[in-house]
């Protein structure tokens, strides 16, 4: 989803746990849960009721880049990725 423009979209029910959301613009998108494990940037554009939350439970990994902290731990069992 880098750069992925939601805005004014239901989020009822998505699954963003770990989602790339680099530069994406979700603005005015609605009912959107904290995404643990989602990966952001400071030009990522939150929706206003959950902007400070997503800052606050989010540690920098990268200059610029965050990532939500929580979820469960990613699945390390399968072919390893380069």
Same mark, same amino acid.
């Given at each position: 989803? /880098?750069?992925?423009?939601? #805005? =004014?979209? =239901?989020? @009822?029910?998505? !699954?963003?746990?770990?989602? !790339?959301l680099t530069g994406a613009y979700l603005t005015r998108t609605v009912r959107m %849960? %904290?995404?643990?494990?989602? @990966?952001?940037?400071?030009? @990522?554009?939150?929706?206003?009721? /959950?902007?400070?939350? /997503?800052? *606050?439970?989010? =540690? *920098?990994? #990268?200059?610029?880049?965050? +990532? /939500?902290?929580?979820? &469960?731990? &990613? =699945? +390390?069992?399968?072919?390893?990725?380069?």
């Amino acid at each position: 989803m /880098v750069h992925a423009i939601l #805005s =004014d979209v =239901d989020l @009822t029910g998505a !699954n963003l746990t770990y989602a !790339n959301l680099t530069g994406a613009y979700l603005t005015r998108t609605v009912r959107m %849960l %904290l995404p643990p494990g989602a @990966t952001w940037s400071s030009s @990522t554009r939150w929706p206003a009721e /959950v902007a400070s939350i /997503v800052a *606050e439970q989010s =540690d *920098e990994v #990268s200059p610029g880049v965050h +990532r /939500v902290r929580g979820g &469960p731990a &990613p =699945d +390390r069992s399968g072919s390893v990725r380069v």
